[in-house]
């Protein structure tokens, strides 16, 4: 006679079919919690990921194609570190008197002081947004032409 429970536990697992179960959390937002929305939120999503798409594909496609152009089109990004530049003027001298005013310690107590520490750091992060800035459009230019570079298409 054949035992039962030995067959039964041979059974591949794949002949039981698993019980439905929720969408958990984690999984939710992994997927930029659109698992869990409705069909109409889902759509509008899916609508306007697909414009910024064909967006980002136009712009990738007006990005200088030649060499030299390119070249061309990051030099003129990289202006901003020119000692002439303005932008970097600013940040030297606002990172150079926050400096001095740290390391001499300089009474705060001044409402001017705030305000005059608020205008330089304002100053030197307005700065430094428009080098990261130029250094994000260079660096766009640039890896185009990377043999690793693989085409954006929407």
């Given amino acids: 006679m054949t035992d039962i429970s030995k067959i039964t536990a041979a059974a591949p697992a794949e002949t039981k079919a698993e019980a439905p179960r929720p969408v958990s959390e984690w999984e939710n937002n992994n997927v930029s919690g659109q698992a869990c929305t409705c069909k109409?939120?889902?759509?509008?999503?899916?609508?306007?990921?697909?414009?910024?798409?064909?967006?980002?594909?136009?712009?990738?496609?007006?990005l200088?194609?030649?060499?030299?152009?390119a070249l061309r089109a990051i030099s003129a990004k990289m202006v901003v570190f020119e000692d002439q530049d303005d932008s970097s003027e600013a940040?030297?001298?606002?990172?150079?008197?926050?400096?001095?005013l740290a390391t001499h310690r300089i009474d705060l107590d001044y409402p001017d002081m705030h305000q005059?520490?608020?205008?330089?750091?304002?100053e030197a992060l307005t700065g430094f947004k428009e080098i990261e800035r130029s250094n994000r459009e260079a660096y766009k230019i640039a890896r185009q032409f990377s043999p690793s570079h693989e085409p954006f298409r929407a």
């Fill in 40 to 62: 109409r939120v889902h759509e509008k999503h899916v609508e306007e990921v697909k414009a910024l798409r064909q967006r980002q594909e136009a712009y990738e496609a007006s």
């Fill in 64 to 69: 200088p194609k030649e060499p030299l152009e």
């Fill in 91 to 100: 940040i030297r001298a606002a990172l150079t008197l926050i400096n001095e």
């Fill in 116 to 122: 005059a520490l608020y205008w330089l750091t304002s």
